[in-house]
């Protein structure tokens, strides 16, 4: 039995835990929601403490082989492209280890020509001497290669479904392995099988009803919180945000996540799932994520770059296109920069937003795991 099963029998059944996220996702007057905001943070100080965990992506490639309409990173999109080496990976993860972060993201487009055999398992034992906590967001994998990445210093697995609406996925990726729906939603599971100890979920908001999406993320944590209980979960509500293909829907009110009710989502989330993390990216405007701090969230990106490089500049002068899966390369003059996934909108520095977090009354964490905890 995988969620897959489960999955399908949404929203006809139904635990009373998410009959009882339903019913806070309501549309209801400020005076619920404000009363919904004071139990969100009294729970999560209860759990977490004043903490607020911070960490970095480092993005790798942004090569792909999946054509996916809304990402920046799609086969198709004529972008600029590039792959740091294991030396340049390590330059962008030195240049965040001196800002200050010890939790760091290894994200890569879906492309086993360029993100091959071995690449991620050589990057991250090189990154276990200086960053305890390693996490990824890779293509989907097998239970044996993700076993392969925890043995070389991995413990972090973040994969996001997009949306969990089959219809709308099946229009939105049209070619590549990102094709199947049931491979991707299992892909917790096999992680967790492959020895995790951190798993993150998510759904990218504004593909679909929002509410749906939201009873179907819940239901899903729910099931890993029972079935896969020996790890930690969190879970993350990016929107849509600009990027290189200028992806366009239709306008729906029930798609678009409004600020309110993505505090109202938190808000049940948190009350609902009280150990689960919760995190809030520079996806979002630094005057949202400063309202956000002590409302729920736990986890918290700051001084994001969303390309391969982004950092120092590392791989530059590598920068290519790709037709269907070819390379092709581009005169010097176009070497600027690799494109980024999608634009951020919180642009403070790290050491800002730790001040800031600091000044809100809470506890900036930059390290919360070392490897001497599971000595003998």
Not at 3 to 26: G, Y
Not at 113 to 127: A, M, T
Not at 142 to 158: F, K, N, P, R, S
Not at 277 to 283: A, E, F, L, N, P
Request: charged share 25%; hydrophobic share 35%; net charge negative.
């Amino acid at each position: 039995m995988s969620f897959v099963e489960t999955f399908n029998q949404l929203p006809e059944k139904q635990s009373a835990l998410l009959k009882k996220f339903s019913r806070l996702l309501e549309p209801c007057d400020d005076r619920m929601l404000e009363a919904m905001a004071r139990e969100s943070a009294a729970i999560t100080r209860r759990h977490f403490g004043k903490t607020i965990r911070l960490f970095a992506p480092l993005y790798v490639s942004n090569e792909c082989v999946n054509n996916c309409s809304y990402c920046g990173f799609s086969r198709d999109n004529p972008i600029l492209r590039t792959t740091l080496s294991p030396e340049q990976v390590l330059a962008e993860a030195a240049h965040l280890h001196e800002q200050g972060f010890r939790n760091v993201l290894l994200v890569a487009g879906e492309h086993p020509k360029f993100v091959s055999e071995g690449y991620l398992q050589d990057i991250i034992r090189r990154l276990t001497k200086t960053f305890p906590t390693i996490g990824i967001e890779v293509g989907p994998m097998e239970d044996h290669q993700y076993a392969e990445l925890v043995l070389a210093g991995a413990e972090g697995l973040i994969v996001y479904q997009e949306t969990y609406h089959r219809e709308t996925y099946s229009q939105l990726h049209t070619a590549g392995p990102k094709k199947k729906f049931d491979w991707r939603l299992e892909c917790p599971e096999r992680a967790y099988r492959g020895g995790f100890r951190r798993i993150g979920i998510g759904a990218l908001f504004g593909l679909a009803d929002w509410r749906t999406e939201a009873l179907a993320l819940a239901a899903h944590l729910e099931y890993l919180h029972k079935h896969c209980w020996k790890a930690q979960f969190s879970v993350a509500f990016p929107r849509m945000r600009p990027y290189a293909g200028n992806y366009q829907y239709t306008p729906d009110p029930n798609r678009y996540l409004t600020d309110r009710q993505l505090v109202q989502l938190i808000a049940a989330t948190r009350i609902c799932f009280p150990t689960t993390g919760i995190v809030v990216s520079t996806r979002e405007p630094a005057e949202l994520r400063n309202n956000l701090l002590t409302l729920g969230p736990t986890h918290m990106s700051a001084g994001s770059a969303t390309d391969p490089g982004g950092y120092t500049g590392a791989g530059c002068e590598d920068l290519h296109r790709t037709e269907r899966g070819r390379r092709i390369d581009i005169a010097e003059e176009e070497k600027t920069r690799a494109t980024e996934q999608f634009t951020i909108d919180d642009h403070r520095s790290p050491e800002e937003f730790a001040r800031h977090v600091d000044q809100s009354g809470l506890e900036p964490v930059w390290k919360d795991w070392d490897e001497a905890i599971l000595g003998s």
